[in-house]
């Protein structure tokens, strides 16, 4: 498991990491309240984007780089999605400015998404591209 991480320190463990980020994650679920479970999810994000940020597990520059920008967009679009709560649930009196405010809401985070799918993309080429010329030497 330790092969994409660096060998020292927490970073040789780093899948269990990973592996704990996501058991806390799918907890999360079982919050009822839709305004607390998306603050804490977004909490969450934020821990999570912070403690990549230090550690940088991955023995790769562009691995640490994609993971961090993936987690960043992940907190972007919880922030959103703390906003889209409070405007629906306490309902800014669905006027004009709240319906206007919950679009712009989601047209931010449909480009966030079509971003995101962009750096994969672009992220899969280069690594691809790297593989293929690394065996060639």
């Known amino acids: ?3 994409a991480f660096k060998k020292s320190g927490l970073c040789r463990t780093w899948e269990g990491v990973l592996e704990t980020r996501k058991l806390i994650m799918s907890l999360i679920f079982f919050i009822r309240n839709q305004q607390i479970k998306a603050v804490t999810a977004t909490i969450l994000c934020i821990l999570i984007l912070l403690h990549h940020e230090h550690y940088k597990p991955y023995t790769e ?3 640490n ?3 961090t920008t993936s987690l960043f ?3 972007i679009v919880g922030l959103i999605n703390i906003c889209k709560a409070l405007v629906s649930e306490n309902a800014l009196d ?6 206007i405010v919950l679009q712009y809401m989601l047209f931010v985070e449909a480009l966030l998404f ?5 750096i994969i993309i672009i ?3 280069f690594i691809s591209l790297k593989v293929r010329y690394t065996k060639k030497l």
């Open 61 to 63: 520059k562009i691995s």
């Open 114 to 118: 079509i971003a995101l799918i962009l």
């Open 123 to 125: 992220s899969q080429i």
């Open 73 to 75: 967009f992940l907190t």
């Open 65 to 67: 780089y994609i993971e």
């Open 94 to 99: 669905v006027n004009t400015k709240g319906t």
């Open 1 to 3: 498991f330790e092969g």
